[in-house]
């Protein structure tokens, strides 16, 4: 009787845990991973959206960027401050940073924790302008910008509790730190060494959400559902990325110059537009700089006057020279080169060697008239294919004819001369080679 009654007494156990386990809302997941753009704000927006129609506990936020746009920043901090479950922000994995944008995103978060040996900081406002270098503007201005950035950074460290002369540091010095650092000044709030072990560690914290309701926080155990961006979305986000660009830029080149010198071949025509297309969203979000376009349009000019008036390589190498600058001005920015010179090198000398032995060869085959009927092969020389006695087959001009020799017995294999045309078939010689 006692081994039935605690049986018994041990399954209601086992139900309880088990429903306790099971009432645990879930966590969910996202990413912010390279440039913050508008895809990217988009995307944390509609997550957190979802994540509250599907009462999850909380949103945890990984994070490692460099920065981005600041109207992006700001739409993704309004979606933190909107939400009615905590948001948390982990910046991972370790050596990942929170730069810029990222700095301002991850002290606007109900929790924020970094993993060991990441950094935080770069706060200061960058104005970009046409070129894609740091704008100079008046100092009234520049005064106005820094201040500006300095009171939304004070702003949202006040908000959460954080130190708000860090963060007016980080805008006004463009201060880094890193994790450790950041805790012990209170500009993050913890230190995790994986997403689990910060789950551990905030379990029944309690935040304050929008509505004005006090959350406390049961992640010790919650389940995690991963929620990664969507085809669509990390298609657009990947746009922004300059080595993309790159790719998108040299695809639009070559695609419309090689169909520009092989008209008909469709294909490259349609690839090369398409291209340009999708490079007009990819420089929506990249800064671009003028003098790179022009750089390159003059290295593009400089490789066709090359194949049409030859000046033994001195033009192409030119060329090669133009488009180095203008890719490395194209794909600069004030914090340094977007992407690796040695890249920008190898690409242009592999785009000048497109166009000397590619494009050469349709810009020359335009500039040959097209020569058909008598005129197509009466003079030129062609072999013999059979015996001809008198008639017989013969190779000239890339094609098979029937031909007729005036001049006595032609032996395969020999050299003939074509002397004149009737119709479709031709009258030929022996042709004697000086």
């Given at each position: 009787m006692r081994l039935y009654l605690a049986l018994a007494m041990a399954m209601v156990l086992l139900l309880a845990v088990g429903c306790q386990?099971?009432?645990?809302?879930?966590?969910?997941?996202?990413?912010?991973?390279?440039q913050i753009d508008p895809t990217m704000a988009g995307y944390i927006s509609q997550g957190i959206k979802e994540a509250q129609d599907a009462a999850a506990q909380a949103v945890l936020v990984t994070m490692n960027t460099h920065g981005g746009l600041m109207s992006s920043m700001e739409d993704i901090i309004k979606a933190f401050y909107s939400s009615t479950i905590p948001i948390i922000v982990y910046v991972t994995p370790e050596n990942a940073r929170a730069a810029s944008a990222g700095g301002y995103i991850t002290m606007a978060a109900d929790i924020a924790a970094m993993a060991p040996s990441s950094r935080i900081g770069s706060l200061s406002p960058i104005s970009v302008g046409a070129s894609g270098e740091e704008q100079k503007i008046s100092n009234t201005m520049q005064r106005k910008i820094l201040n500006d950035a300095v009171s939304e950074a004070r702003g949202i460290a006040n908000k959460r509790g954080r130190n708000a002369d860090w963060a007016e540091k980080g805008v006004r010095e463009a201060?880094?730190?890193?994790?450790?650092e950041a805790v012990k000044l209170n500009v993050v709030d913890l230190l995790a060494t994986s997403t689990r072990d910060l789950l551990t560690k905030i379990d029944g914290k309690e935040i304050k959400v929008s509505t004005g309701e006090t959350v406390v926080l049961r992640t010790a155990k919650a389940p995690l559902t991963d929620r990664p961006m969507k085809g669509w979305q990390s298609f657009l986000h990947y746009l922004s990325n300059p080595m993309?660009?790159?790719?998108?830029?040299?695809?639009?080149?070559?695609?419309?110059?090689?169909?520009?010198?092989?008209?008909?071949?469709?294909?490259?025509?349609?690839?090369?537009?398409?291209?340009?297309?999708?490079?007009l969203y990819s420089f929506s979000v990249i800064p671009i700089n003028a003098a790179g376009f022009a750089f390159i349009a003059l290295a593009i000019v400089l490789f066709i006057a090359d194949v049409y008036a030859p000046s033994h390589g001195v033009l192409s190498v030119g060329g090669v020279i133009s488009l180095f600058f203008g890719l490395m001005m194209l794909f600069g920015s004030p914090q340094g080169p977007m992407i690796s010179l040695w890249i920008l090198a190898l690409v242009a000398l592999l785009t000048g060697g497109f166009f000397v032995f590619v494009v050469a060869l349709g810009l020359r085959a335009l500039k040959k008239p097209y020569i058909a009927g008598r005129e197509g092969v009466v003079g030129h020389i062609g072999d013999a294919r059979t015996d001809l006695d008198p008639t017989g087959r013969i190779f000239v001009d890339g094609a098979l004819w029937t031909a007729t020799s005036v001049s006595g017995t032609i032996n395969k294999g020999e050299t003939v001369l074509v002397v004149s045309m009737d119709g479709l078939k031709l009258t030929v010689e022996k042709h004697e080679l000086d």
């Open positions: 386990a099971a009432s645990i809302a879930p966590a969910w997941v996202l990413h912010i991973d390279g201060a880094n730190v890193t994790a450790e993309v660009a790159m790719l998108l830029l040299l695809m639009a080149t070559y695609g419309i110059i090689f169909e520009l010198s092989n008209p008909g071949a469709i294909l490259p025509g349609v690839v090369g537009g398409i291209s340009a297309i999708l490079l």
